[in-house]
């Protein structure tokens, strides 16, 4: 067993918003493309070029229709990925101590060195947001680019997750969730972010913001003035032609 | 365990080196950082200072790394050994492929050059290709437009100068309501996903008219649940609704439109529908300052919408009379819609109450004063903020022209392009159609063709018609079939070069054009046509020449392959005259640069074709003493001049005062310049220039001084097409050159001059009772064309494509998960697997485009799922109509554009026993590149 810090202050996580993910996919390829590369084992791709290819994603996007009492069906894009958790499980079940949260700011990590690929943490995560990964025999997880966001090697404004920086719709934001005065602490005010699952009791740091109502465009009734015919037909249109030019501007003849 | 956290190193080296160049993932062209790393390539993210992305970037962009890397890339140049269609090939070198590729083409340069036909796919570099293809003389090039959106692009060119994308964007800072229209998730990516993103922070509402609710259309506030092929419909009971309610921009209309021209309205007249001219042909207005005819364009003239003109006896209207009278009639009533759209004729009113309301009770104004054409000072720009994009889906019928047009009619009655909150066109767009050429094909042997091949036509002078009326081009674009065909037809190529008709040709020569797969409609009968042979045992089409970079399924049908570099191995130039990259308020251009050299024996395609004008002696292509003139595609970027001061790339030129964008002379250096700035140059229009771009002086002049055109060109938006009308009075009977008689009712109803809507011609030949299903693709925004591989990282997000089916039919055939159907048209039928979607139009299934994949293709492996549960639509999709008993071929395409009707398409479907795998299954190629690993381990560094 392992034990988790005592909480930090800073809480560095995700606000995903579901308003406005289009289901691009562009958070998992980056993500693929970063933590490959950097931190850790690379991510590796079984059967790669086969019939049921399979690989180590740290970060998946899944697609759900919902189909309200009343109206059309809506689809949501839901990307998912480790939610830096403040009593994370993974953590605790962990029997080397691989599996960690960092005390400073509360992201949660494998160590690979000590990971003896026993895959405790992923049964014990409810969000399914860790994968073995088959080539190299350890968890792989969300780091929150923890290469990236101090990294001095990069220029200010890059350092965010790869995940936050790719987003073409703007729906993933990066910050301190502990900070109640942050742009991401705001941003879940103002939109009613809510947790995920939260009768896990995993108290997880990332929010997700919700989708706004849909199809809920005014019946014509209201609308109606708008459309309060001048003509009924081509000829009365000119009708009302010659009458509506004569009111703009320099019409007065 | 204790609380020891492991020492982090959180400032690693990211890499060596940043290397800024263009992503070719899509056509999207983005700007991306690609790290180094050892020399090799690491890591790629979107380019912050880049104008289209600002950083972001795609899926597809952010894979590119797989698709540089892909086992699938071709090794060097292929000469086919067995025969055609069974992939079997031996390496050749350079010198033998280009030696066996001169021997084919000289010979048909010197007495026949029509009998080549040079066609490139979703390549960028078009004003190149047409340039050598020009040079050589044939009249038979065009690129895929006619067979992707050429019904957007040409209506926007004929109706306002431009469309989307290339063109045009939704001013996503200021827009206050978006409708989206038939767009499948791509054109344009990342814009289109960063412009929602943007209005959705400022609350601003989106609307999404689309049959399928997915991607763009699952996060629309609205969502319009459109039968396909309908849009044109719906859109004119908007423009009926709003018409009636008088819900209309007069000032704007009087002003920058010709709705205040003057038309014919006798039908006994020659000039029956067309335009009052004075002696300088200039269509004629009345002025409301003195009552009196003007010429549209006079210095301080006010035209009028509502007076009119009679002389001789004969009576003129102005086109918004006619508009009147069209669109007020209850054949555009919502009540008469409705049902034929799926859309309830309250829901109809509603949107078009709602865009009167942001239009009218949500104007902008923006404190920006502005001169325009007629001399007139507007203090302030006024804007409407409402804004629409569209794309295939509303393009790809055989009525999309027309509703394409019907579009942009309805954003200009609202007022709402070029200002403020609307609709914003991209320099060095608008042009209307008069700025474009005219096509050219006039052939002389051993000489250049006389002019560039695509352009716009005026009237049945421009058609492209032998003495005899017979079509110039092989695809018979710009002939009475199509009369506009401003892209090409090059999906009519194979099947008319299969067939001889127009004529016969020699040598059929391709690049980046999957046409034996998913870029055909009728895959298996291309196939024949590929492989057919003559009485005499040769191939009906003699000689096809291919260039790729990758093992696709076209490779196996050529007979000599010239392999292609990747994206990141080349050098390209993203040109202002060809499709440019620029924003509304910037022009840009941008190149690629090898930022690693091929380590394969490759060459970029546009390089090959440097040397091969060469080795033909073409003009443009040798200097005076015969020698090469342009040694590599970079060679001719930095040196070719199009017109005085202007070449492919408009920035860091060579002015007197050093490096200047727009006009300039070369700068032997130029290719530098773009690197070290990051890959792209980018100049802003000036603040007062940056709206109302076709009217306003301010924008004119500056458009002049970057070189765009040579004279200032001031226009007003064409919501009566004269073009159309001449074409349609010709039908009558009206003038010289007559069209074929089984020609004459079509033309007649289709070159309508103001927009109309019919429904699909292809509906005339088969029975609705039998096929009622509408059959849609769309292609999936982390997948893109066969034009690169099938890409390892995002082939596990989609490795295969179910039929998506929607409640109503899921349920009446008792659907269930892991279910297959068959699904058949007139033409033909497949097998495959059907997933429920219930956001879908009640009427219509779908399924992502080109993920499924020829066995053998793309270094997969036989068993892939692309191969055995993929499949494509295009085997139910016939590139003719439905025979009609007459004999003669009549081509699945928009009448007027020529534009392929991919999505007329209707089926049955049947639930089916589980089959091994989707059916056609067609046998296996030959890879000439072998097979992917089983297992993949990326990291470059150490």
């Known amino acids: ?253 | 365990m204790s609380l020891d956290q492991p020492q982090l190193d959180t400032s690693p080296q990211v890499s060596d080196e940043v290397r800024k160049t263009t992503c070719y993932m899509c056509a999207c062209r983005c700007g991306i950082n690609v790290h180094m790393k050892d020399g090799k390539v690491a890591y790629i993210e979107g380019n912050k200072d880049h104008p289209v992305n600002q950083g972001v970037l795609c899926a597809k962009g952010s894979a590119g790394i797989m698709q540089h890397n892909a086992p699938s890339r071709l090794r060097a140049p292929l000469k086919r050994v067995g025969p055609r269609g069974s992939g079997e090939f031996e390496e050749i070198t350079w010198e033998e492929a280009l030696t066996m590729a001169t021997g084919l083409l000289a010979p048909i340069r010197e007495k026949h050059p029509e009998k080549l036909a040079f066609f490139t796919g979703r390549d960028q570099s078009q004003s190149f290709t047409g340039f050598w293809a020009q040079g050589f003389g044939t009249p038979n090039f065009a690129a895929h437009g006619g067979f992707c959106s050429v019904n957007m692009a040409a209506a926007g060119i004929y109706t306002m100068g431009g469309a989307f994308w290339e063109f045009g964007q939704p001013d996503w800072d200021r827009t206050k309501l978006f409708m989206l229209f038939g767009v499948a998730e791509d054109h344009d990516s990342n814009p289109i996903k960063m412009g929602i993103g943007k209005i959705k922070a400022r609350g601003a509402r989106m609307v999404g008219v689309n049959p399928i609710r997915t991607g763009y259309n699952a996060v629309a506030d609205d969502w319009v649940g459109i039968t396909p092929g309908t849009d044109g419909l719906f859109i004119l009971a908007m423009v009926h609704c709003l018409m009636k309610a008088g819900k209309v921009d007069l000032d704007y209309l009087a002003r920058f439109t010709n709705a205040s021209v003057l038309i014919n309205e006798d039908p006994k007249s020659e000039q029956f529908g067309l335009f009052l001219r004075d002696d300088d042909g200039q269509p004629q207005v009345i002025d409301r300052n003195t009552g009196q005819l003007a010429p549209w364009n006079g210095q301080g003239v006010e035209p009028d919408l509502a007076a009119t003109y009679r002389a001789k006896g004969i009576t003129h209207r102005p086109v918004f009379h006619q508009m009147a009278d069209r669109y007020l009639s209850d054949e555009y009533a919502p009540e008469a819609v409705a049902d034929r759209c799926g859309i309830p004729a309250q829901r109809i009113r509603a949107l078009a109450a709602d865009l009167a309301r942001v239009a009218f009770d949500e104007a902008i104004e923006l404190d920006r004063p502005w001169t325009d054409f007629r001399g007139k000072k507007h203090e302030k720009m006024v804007g409407r903020p409402v804004s629409f994009h569209a794309m295939r889906g509303i393009s790809a019928h055989s009525n999309g022209f027309q509703t394409c047009r019907a579009l942009h009619t309805l954003q200009i009655i609202l007022g709402s392009v070029e200002v403020p909150g609307g609709m914003r066109f991209k320099p060095p767009y608008p042009k209307p159609a008069t700025a474009h050429p005219k096509p050219h094909g006039k052939v002389t042997p051993g000489a250049a063709l006389d002019g560039p091949h695509l352009g716009y036509t005026h009237g049945p002078e421009d058609l492209l018609l032998d003495e005899e009326g017979n079509p110039t081009r092989i695809d018979k674009a710009y002939s009475w079939e199509n009369p506009m065909s401003a892209h090409g037809l090059m999906h009519m190529v194979i099947s008319n070069a299969h067939a001889g008709v127009p004529y016969k040709i020699d040598t059929l020569f391709m690049y980046m054009a999957n046409m034996s797969w998913n870029s055909s409609m009728n895959v298996g009968g291309v196939h024949k046509m590929l492989t057919d042979k003559d009485e005499d045992g040769n191939y009906v089409i003699p000689n096809i020449i291919y260039s790729d970079a990758y093992s696709s399924e076209m490779v196996a049908y050529a007979d000599l392959i010239l392999p292609d570099t990747t994206y990141l191995e080349r050098h390209d130039c993203i040109s202002l005259l060809d499709r440019p990259i620029c924003e509304a308020d910037a022009v840009a251009d941008a190149i690629r640069w090898p930022v690693v050299e091929p380590d394969r024996d490759v060459r970029g395609f546009q390089s090959v074709l440097c040397d091969l004008g060469a080795r033909l002696g073409m003009p443009g292509f040798v200097n005076e003493d015969g020698s090469q003139k342009y040694q590599d595609y970079a060679d001719y970027i930095t040196n070719h001049i199009r017109r005085p001061g202007v070449g492919p790339l408009a920035g860091f030129r060579k002015g007197e005062d050093g490096p200047q964008g727009g006009r300039g002379d070369v700068n032997p250096n130029q290719i530098q310049d773009y690197i070290d700035n990051g890959g792209f140059w980018i100049e802003h229009v000036p603040e007062n220039a940056a709206f109302y771009k076709p009217f306003s002086m301010d924008y004119q002049n500056w458009a002049v001084k970057m070189g765009f055109y040579d004279v200032v060109q001031p226009y007003i938006f064409q919501l009566y097409v004269e073009p159309l009308r001449k074409f349609q009075a010709a039908a009558e009977g009206i003038g010289e050159r007559q069209p074929p008689e089984h020609l004459r009712e079509r033309l007649k109803l289709t070159m309508d001059p103001l927009p109309i809507w019919y429904g699909a011609l292809e509906d005339d030949g088969v029975d609705l009772d039998e096929y009622p299903v509408h059959a849609l693709t769309q292609r999936p925004m982390a997948m893109y064309h066969s034009w690169g591989t099938q890409n390892v990282w995002l082939r596990q997000i989609h490795g295969h494509n179910p039929l998506y089916v929607p409640t109503k039919i899921w349920e009446e055939k008792g659907f269930q998960d892991g279910d297959w159907a068959k699904v058949s048209s007139t033409h033909g039928s497949i097998v495959v697997p059907v997933a429920h979607q219930a956001s879908l139009n009640a009427n219509t299934v779908w399924t992502w485009n080109a993920i499924g994949k020829r066995k053998g293709a793309w270094a997969l492996d036989e068993g892939a799922s692309e191969a055995t549960k993929g499949f494509l639509l295009n085997h139910l999709i016939h590139e003719l109509l439905p025979p009609k008993g007459d004999g003669l071929r009549w081509a699945n395409s928009d009448p007027v554009t020529g534009q392929a009707a991919w999505f007329d398409l209707r089926v049955k479907i049947e639930k089916s026993d589980v089959p091994n795998e989707a059916q056609p299954a067609m046998p296996a190629i030959k890879s000439p590149v072998g097979k992917g690993p089983n297992e993949l381990e990326w990291k470059v560094g150490k």
Not at chain 1, 79 to 94: F, G, I, M, Q, R
Not at chain 1, 143 to 167: G, H, S
Request: net charge negative; glycine share 10%; hydrophobic share 30%.
């Open chain 1, 1 to 253: 067993m392992t034990q988790l810090p005592p909480p930090s202050a800073k809480k560095l996580g995700l606000v995903i918003d579901l308003d406005t993910c289009v289901g691009c996919h562009a958070c998992v390829v980056s993500c693929k493309g970063w933590n490959t590369e950097n931190y850790g084992a690379p991510l590796s791709d079984q059967d790669a070029y086969g019939a049921n290819p399979s690989g180590t994603f740290l970060n998946r996007v899944h697609s759900y229709e919902v189909q309200p009492d009343q109206g059309e069906a809506q689809l949501i894009h839901f990307p998912k990925s480790c939610l830096h958790c403040e009593d994370a499980p993974c953590v605790t079940v962990c029997p080397t101590g691989a599996s960690y949260k960092r005390a400073e700011d509360g992201i949660v990590l494998v160590n690979e060195s000590d990971c003896i690929g026993c895959g405790l943490c992923a049964w014990a995560c409810p969000y399914g947001a860790r994968e073995l990964d088959a080539k190299e025999g350890v968890m792989k997880k969300c780091t929150l680019c923890v290469d990236r966001i101090y990294n001095e090697n990069l220029p200010e404004e890059d350092r965010q997750p790869a995940c936050v920086r790719t987003c073409p719709a703007g729906a993933r934001h990066f910050g301190d969730l502990g900070d109640e005065n942050s742009d991401v602490s705001k941003l879940v005010a103002e939109r009613g972010g809510f947790d995920l699952m939260p009768e896990q009791g995993t108290k997880p740091v990332n929010k997700y913001l919700p989708p706004r109502p849909k199809d809920e465009m005014p019946e014509f009734d209201i609308l109606a003035p708008y459309l309060e015919p001048i003509a009924s037909d081509g000829k009365g249109f000119v009708g009302w032609l010659d009458k509506a030019l004569s009111s703009l501007p320099g019409g007065a003849k």
